[in-house]
């Protein structure tokens, strides 16, 4: 081979090799960049009461649709509810609290029997932020009471006691990964919630989108949750509840929630 036939070659060889590098490098930088502006992971674990509360004058609301009634246990009835409370106090220097009024009737001339809030309860929570025990970014721990009081015949509920701790972790080379679990026991979480049991579940959220497991007593439940960036503060969860049907009550839960700080 001659020496002009090498040069050629080499000069071939090294630009070749040069645009490989360039492309490589763009994209690797265009990855990069996605990740970079990518939303900050919010892993949400879905259907289970959490350690974390919401902050300082934070207002919530939340809209729920079930395909099929615990109360009446009947396949033809679907079921809905609507809750919204408040956040206060300082869950990292002191601690926080939050109420909640949930509307357990949401019947009206058009769907059921017309008797729109004649059932509903108002629950409450304390909760405070505390070290975290495997290394997470944030935990909290929280006290407390679902259905402390109501009217309608959610007073013949009883009332849900409960503790559970809660801890988030972000990880990945942008940290655009996060993880988050809630262990918990509550007073009246099994048989139609009126027995203690534990509950527990784990989250996994990549931008926008969340992914949890939990297992309410004896009841598995898969979600996914759904946040718009052009909509701060709003968020769609679908759940399927008892997933593995082991209670006979498998069903849909469709709940479309929102948060704002109001002061």
Same mark, same amino acid.
């Given at each position: 081979?001659?020496?002009?036939?090498?040069?050629?070659?080499?000069?071939?060889?090294?630009?070749?090799?040069?645009?490989?590098?360039?492309?490589?490098?763009?994209?690797?930088?265009?990855?990069?960049?996605?990740?970079?502006?990518?939303?900050?992971?919010?892993?949400?674990?879905?259907?289970?009461?959490?350690?974390?509360?919401?902050?300082?004058?934070?207002?919530?609301?939340?809209?729920?649709?079930?395909? %099929?009634?615990?109360?009446?246990?009947?396949?033809?009835?679907?079921?809905?509810?609507?809750?919204?409370?408040?956040?206060?106090?300082?869950?990292?220097?002191?601690?926080?609290?939050?109420?909640?009024?949930?509307?357990?009737?949401?019947?009206?001339?058009?769907?059921?029997?017309?008797?729109?809030? &004649?059932? /509903?309860?108002?629950?409450?929570?304390?909760?405070?932020?505390?070290?975290?025990?495997?290394?997470?970014?944030?935990?909290?721990?929280?006290?407390?009471?679902?259905?402390?009081?109501?009217?309608?015949?959610?007073?013949?509920?009883?009332?849900?006691?409960?503790?559970?701790?809660?801890?988030?972790?972000?990880?990945?080379?942008?940290?655009? %990964?996060?993880?988050?679990?809630?262990?918990?026991?509550?007073?009246?979480?099994?048989?139609?919630?009126?027995?203690?049991?534990?509950?527990?579940?784990?989250?996994? /959220?990549? &931008?926008?989108?969340?992914?949890?497991?939990?297992?309410?007593?004896?009841?598995?439940?898969?979600?996914?949750?759904?946040?718009?960036?052009?909509?701060?503060?709003? /968020?769609?969860?679908?759940?399927?509840?008892?997933?593995?049907?082991?209670?006979?009550?498998?069903?849909?839960?469709?709940?479309?929630?929102?948060?704002?700080?109001?002061?």
């Amino acid at each position: 081979m001659s020496w002009i036939k090498r040069s050629v070659i080499a000069v071939l060889a090294m630009v070749g090799s040069n645009q490989v590098v360039a492309e490589t490098t763009f994209e690797q930088y265009s990855k990069n960049l996605k990740l970079l502006t990518l939303s900050d992971p919010n892993p949400a674990v879905a259907n289970i009461a959490g350690g974390f509360g919401a902050g300082h004058g934070l207002f919530y609301a939340a809209v729920s649709y079930s395909d %099929y009634d615990l109360q009446t246990k009947d396949r033809n009835d679907d079921d809905g509810s609507i809750a919204f409370g408040l956040g206060l106090g300082d869950p990292v220097n002191s601690l926080g609290g939050e109420i909640t009024i949930g509307l357990t009737s949401v019947s009206t001339s058009l769907w059921g029997d017309g008797k729109f809030a &004649d059932e /509903g309860n108002v629950s409450g929570k304390v909760h405070r932020r505390v070290t975290p025990l495997l290394g997470g970014n944030a935990a909290s721990l929280a006290l407390g009471a679902s259905n402390l009081a109501g009217w309608g015949s959610t007073k013949q509920n009883p009332t849900n006691y409960y503790g559970a701790y809660s801890e988030q972790k972000n990880f990945g080379s942008f940290k655009q %990964y996060g993880l988050a679990y809630t262990l918990g026991y509550g007073s009246a979480v099994s048989d139609t919630e009126t027995k203690g049991d534990a509950f527990a579940g784990v989250a996994i /959220g990549y &931008d926008d989108y969340s992914f949890s497991l939990s297992q309410i007593g004896k009841e598995t439940h898969i979600a996914t949750t759904l946040y718009f960036p052009q909509f701060p503060g709003f /968020g769609v969860t679908i759940a399927q509840a008892d997933a593995l049907n082991e209670l006979q009550s498998k069903r849909l839960i469709v709940s479309l929630s929102i948060s704002k700080q109001l002061f």
